[in-house]
């Protein structure tokens, strides 16, 4: 079975400081670790991913995020807030090898104050 | 850039209604799927559907719930007796084969009065 756990439903921060959204996970084989960015009134969009190469992966729009195999941990950062980053950010886990379903965490809404 | 696309935006319907969702997966996609989002809870997965079958569903996907897909391009999830319960946004998903990355669709808002 696998889970995901996000710290934090709600994060303000101010435009231009450090964005970190915390994702911990479990699953008892390896996995496939993704983030996903819903704006308001669209669809979930994938922001990267990590499938077991570079443990540092680059997304879009700056952001990125680091795979810590000690911690199952998969935190995503953005070194300086930009008014349009706010939204809702989904961490989720896929089993390899055990099926195609993504579950994901509860979300963290980020605002960001000017 | 292929998107996948979802109809309605919005559905309200009674309860004990049927409804059906439709979703267009992108073109050369062979795995689709379907999550839903309880306002205010995680995005859960309901179901996958490989090679004109379902490949995975989970215990929300009960005997209320079915997928199709009817032609080339459409994917639907069919509710047939709707309960207040399954408000929720449903999501389609897509991806292709050999890949870990699923693409969704922008959701349906269903509403169960």
């Known amino acids: 079975a696998q889970s995901v756990t996000q710290l934090g439903s709600h994060v303000s921060v101010s435009e231009g400081a450090l964005v970190l959204l915390r994702c911990n996970y479990s699953?008892?084989?390896?996995?496939?670790l993704f983030w996903y960015v819903q704006y308001p009134n669209q669809g979930l969009q994938l922001l990267l991913k990590?499938?077991?190469?570079?443990?540092l992966v680059k997304g879009i729009n700056g952001f990125e995020a680091e795979f810590k195999k000690s911690e199952t941990s998969f935190h995503l950062t953005k070194p300086s807030a930009h008014m349009s980053d706010a939204a809702e950010y989904f961490c989720?886990?896929?089993?390899?090898?055990?099926?195609?379903?993504?579950?994901f965490g509860g979300g963290t809404r980020v605002l960001v104050k000017p | 850039e292929p998107e996948v696309t979802q109809t309605p935006s919005h559905q309200v319907t009674q309860m004990g209604q049927e409804v059906i969702l439709r979703c267009v997966p992108i073109?050369?996609?062979?795995?689709f799927y379907w999550y839903r989002q309880i306002l205010g809870q995680k995005v859960e997965f309901l179901v996958s559907?490989?090679?004109?079958?379902?490949?995975?569903k989970s215990e929300i996907f009960d005997d209320q719930f079915s997928v199709e897909r009817p032609d080339g391009s459409n994917f639907t999830l069919k509710i047939r007796s709707t309960k207040l319960e399954d408000s929720a946004m449903y999501f389609c998903?897509?991806?292709?084969?050999?890949?870990?990355?699923?693409?969704f669709g922008p959701g349906t808002r269903l509403l169960v009065l």
């Open positions: 998903a897509s991806s292709v084969e050999g890949s870990e990355t699923q693409y």
């Open positions: 699953s008892s084989v390896p996995p496939y």
């Open positions: 990590y499938t077991s190469a570079a443990t």
């Open positions: 989720a886990v896929r089993a390899k090898a055990a099926g195609n379903k993504l579950t």
């Open positions: 073109s050369n996609h062979l795995y």
């Open positions: 559907f490989y090679n004109n079958e379902i490949s995975e």
